[in-house]
């Protein structure tokens, strides 16, 4: 009978294991998943910011810091960039776009420029979509984070070597209003 009871507690921790495995797997999955469908949507901006800052700077010319700022960082390759390293170089770029919006709110016939127009427009669009990926990377994010940091998960986390997430958050640039001065 004792024998019988040892059998079915390690069947039972065994398949403990593997379901918890099994859920790891899934939520990183998911994780990926995410990431993925946000990368588009950071690419697809990554990709309209020389466009959107050519035409600015005939309008703009001594605004050259903040231009330069942005071809700076867009001129890194996007493609070879970790997550962790996209994600820091987008928090950056949301600073310098917000700041070329706010440089088009000073120059009426830039505002009046049908290819500006275009392009704002596009990248409102696309920062909509990055701002609803965010939401679904973040949520994926805390429920595999959950899984990594609550007990008694964690302890086969670590065992399968599955560590926390970053959340991509908005820093403390995008969090303030923008300063334009002349």
Known sequence: MFTFIIIVLIVIAFVVVISTYNNFVQLNNKVKEAFSTMDVYLKKRWDLIPNLVETVKGYAKHEKDTLKEIVELRSSTYDNMTDDDKIKANEKLSTGITKIMALAEAY????????????????????????????????????????????????????FGYKSKTMFEANTNERENVKVSF
């Open 108 to 159: 009426p016939d830039l505002k009046a420029n049908e290819n500006f127009k275009d392009l704002s427009n596009q990248l409102t669009k696309v920062e909509d979509d990055i701002a609803n990926s965010r939401k679904y990377y973040n949520g994926v994010v805390r429920m595999f984070n959950n899984k990594v940091e609550m007990f008694p998960s964690n302890i086969l986390a670590g065992i």
